[in-house]
T-cell receptor
Framework: DQQVKQNSPSLSVQEGRISILNCDYTNSMFDYFLWYKKYPAEGPTFLISISSIKDKNEDGRFTVFLNKSAKHLSLHIVPSQPGDSAVYFCAASAGGNKLVFGAGTILRVKS | EPEVTQTPSHQVTQMGQEVILRCVPISNHLYFYWYRQILGQKVEFLVSFYNNEISEKSEIFDDQFSVERPDGSNFTLKIRSTKLEDSAMYFC??????????FGAGTRLSVL
């Protein structure tokens, strides 16, 4: 099942700089997109989401951008902090049902 | 802050045994889900539950699996006869129907 892809397994960023995590999807029926953050031995923690009727949603240091024509979304974290180091999952749903997850990107923020 | 609670955090069982994984969803939520993540693989959907019945299930969710809401607070996943390949992290999630699902910390199931 490759409907949601996160092509970068890992990303390393210096503290204070911008982190950009990318996600691509193939299913045109997806109408809601979410980013989750996960620490080892914990469950996914909801971070930020965006509806398909929008192209940007911002919450503090976190901004999600959606490009529907390219079927691409990205998560920007500015400024990045060491506590942001975790696995970030992109997920998508169609009609508020099951979530389809990407494989995740490991973010390391170096101090 | 309300949270989804899962017990136990780690369950070890012998192949062929039955296991029940327990979840207490967020109290005012009406939609409940189980997902699993096999080591090194994606988080994958198992089943969704609303209004005391299954609303959707994946191909993984075969006759060996069942879900139940035995009372007003608990939501359980039962695996009737565990196989080695059922070893995974199992996550419960709940939602108030507004698209965002909130996850528990997971139960690590080890089948020996």
């Amino acid at each position: 099942d490759q409907q949601v892809k996160q092509n970068s397994p890992s990303l390393s960023v210096q503290e204070g700089r911008i982190s950009i995590l990318n996600c691509d999807y193939t299913n045109s029926m997806f109408d809601y997109f979410l980013w989750y953050k996960k620490y080892p031995a914990e469950g996914p923690t909801f971070l930020i989401s965006i509806s398909s009727i929008k192209d940007k949603n911002e919450d503090g240091r976190f901004t999600v951008f959606l490009n529907k024509s390219a079927k691409h979304l990205s998560l920007h974290i500015v400024p990045s902090q060491p506590g942001d180091s975790a696995v970030y999952f992109c997920a998508a749903s169609a009609g508020g049902n099951k979530l389809v997850f990407g494989a995740g990107t490991i973010l390391r923020v170096k101090s | 802050e309300p949270e989804v609670t899962q017990t136990p955090s780690h369950q070890v069982t012998q192949m062929g045994q039955e296991v029940i994984l327990r979840c207490v969803p967020i109290s005012n939520h009406l939609y409940f889900y189980w997902y699993r993540q096999i080591l090194g693989q994606k988080v994958e959907f198992l089943v969704s539950f609303y209004n005391n019945e299954i609303s959707e299930k994946s191909e993984i969710f075969d006759d060996q699996f069942s879900v139940e809401r035995p009372d007003g607070s608990n939501f359980t996943l039962k695996i009737r006869s565990t196989k080695l390949e059922d070893s995974a992290m199992y996550f419960c999630a709940s939602s108030d129907g507004q698209d965002i699902q909130y996850f528990g910390a997971g139960t690590r199931l080890s089948v020996l």
